[in-house]
């Protein structure tokens, strides 16, 4: 009995090993549109070259980040750079004065999975913190108008999170199997009454 008990202890463990709180979000092929202080007129995409015009708010990631930024702010305060790994990083390009400074990212369908979490990883180069907002599975929003940059030309990053995926790991799968096999011989060696 007490090995009967051990065994079916032991199969609910293998099957609730390896669950993770959050993976890093794959940014590959998405599309993402931005909005600087609330007007789309306010950031300037990459796949325009950083010219002004209808829809230069959109852009696509770079794969493998060859010119740095997917976006600068229409004032070229702020350089945005979304890495494939899920990694945002936004660079100050001199001098900030007090004043509002916010941003919104919209990934719309193009994300391979809905955004769970938004967590900064490294602000180190600059005073105080940025308020980080997960809007919905596939929007994010940052405010940048309590930071101090300094003399400028820092930086800080975050990055984007989504839910584990369902998949078992494979030594759950194994350590699962081995407590079914094992339920099944105490189950076979049982007298039957």
Request: aromatic share 8%; proline share 7%.
């Amino acid at each position: 009995m007490k090995t009967k008990r051990m065994l079916e202890t032991l199969a609910v463990v293998a099957l609730t090993a390896g669950q993770a709180n959050a993976a890093p979000l794959p940014l590959q092929h998405t599309s993402i549109s931005a909005t600087y202080n609330g007007s789309a007129d306010g950031m300037l995409g990459l796949d325009q070259l950083f010219a002004p015009g209808p829809g230069s708010n959109v852009t696509e990631i770079d794969p493998g980040g060859a010119n740095g930024v997917e976006f600068l702010s229409a004032d070229f305060l702020f350089g945005i750079d979304f890495a494939e790994d899920g990694v945002l990083t936004v660079f100050n390009n001199g001098p900030v004065s007090a004043g509002p400074y916010s941003m919104r990212f919209d990934f719309g369908a193009s994300l391979a999975a809905p955004l769970t979490r938004f967590t900064l990883i490294d602000s180190a180069a600059v005073g105080g913190l940025p308020v980080l907002n997960l809007i919905d599975g596939h929007t994010i929003g940052l405010d940048l108008s309590a930071l101090d940059w300094g003399a400028g030309f820092n930086s800080f990053s975050a990055r984007l999170e989504a839910a584990p995926s369902p998949v078992p790991e494979p030594a759950s799968v194994t350590l699962m199997l081995a407590g079914f096999a094992a339920i099944a011989i105490v189950r076979r060696r049982a007298p039957k009454a």
